[in-house]
């Protein structure tokens, strides 16, 4: 009946469940990161300033969510360098280039989580991230990452699909800015999309 098992760590169960707030809280969090790579943010065809500007936030929310007891899941867009997708997009996280590497920030952290690579917009299509949530069983899962229009919204509509309970914290993830794709627009579409019509906590 959820008392303390003899010889259970109480340092380690308070730490655990203790939220953001200093509140208990004994749901278990896995929160996913999307795409926060070196293709993205710092060199190659698609890599931008705008969308490393979440990184240093981003970082520092993984650290102290670790801590806490989260697991973290870092999705990683890889392609191979005859890729579909690249009928649409420049190439770009060909595998091997270094652009399919998440950024030198989070690499501890992406070392102490779940790596899941994957070829298309969702972090479900064809990959292990369904199995790796599976086995977590969350109570909740946050999102976090580039691009919000995109491999975001994606892969919190398969979250949704899935009945799990979602968060999107709308100061850590990011789209980019380019002719015919306002990023301001799109991320405002992209989050009110998520919140109203997919039933994501926006937040
Ligand atoms: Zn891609």
């Given at each position: 009946m959820?008392?303390?098992r003899p010889g259970q760590d109480v340092m380690t169960v308070s730490a655990a469940q203790r939220g953001e707030h200093g509140v208990m809280d004994d749901r278990?969090?896995?929160?996913i990161?999307?795409?926060?790579?070196?293709?993205?943010?710092r060199r190659g065809a698609?890599?931008?300033?705008?969308?490393?500007?979440?990184t240093p936030r981003v970082a520092a929310y993984l650290e102290r969510e670790r801590v806490a007891g989260a697991e973290?899941?870092?999705?990683?867009?890889?392609?191979?360098?005859?890729?579909?997708?690249?009928?649409?997009f420049p190439p770009h996280c060909v595998e091997g280039s270094g652009e399919d590497e998440v950024?030198?920030?989070?690499?501890?952290?992406a070392a102490r989580g779940h790596v899941?690579?994957?070829?298309h917009f969702s972090g479900f299509h064809d990959t292990r991230l369904d199995e790796v949530l599976r086995a977590l069983r969350p109570d909740v899962v946050e999102v976090v990452g580039v691009c919000t229009?995109?491999?975001?919204?994606?892969?919190?509509?398969?979250?949704?699909?899935?009945?799990?309970?979602?968060?999107?914290?709308?100061?850590?993830?990011?789209t980019y800015d380019a002719p015919g794709h306002d990023a301001e627009e799109q991320g405002r579409f992209a989050l009110a999309h998520m919140r109203d019509i997919l039933g994501a906590h926006v937040t």
């Open positions: 959820g008392g303390a278990r969090k896995v929160i990161v999307v795409d926060l790579l070196v293709g993205f943010c698609l890599a931008s300033p705008r969308l490393d500007s979440v973290l899941v870092f999705l990683v867009d890889t392609h191979a360098p005859d890729d579909p997708e690249f009928a649409m950024v030198p920030e989070l690499r501890d952290l899941v690579r994957k070829r229009d995109i491999c975001v919204l994606h892969t919190v509509a398969g979250l949704r699909d899935r009945g799990y309970a979602v968060v999107v914290r709308r100061d850590m993830v990011e």
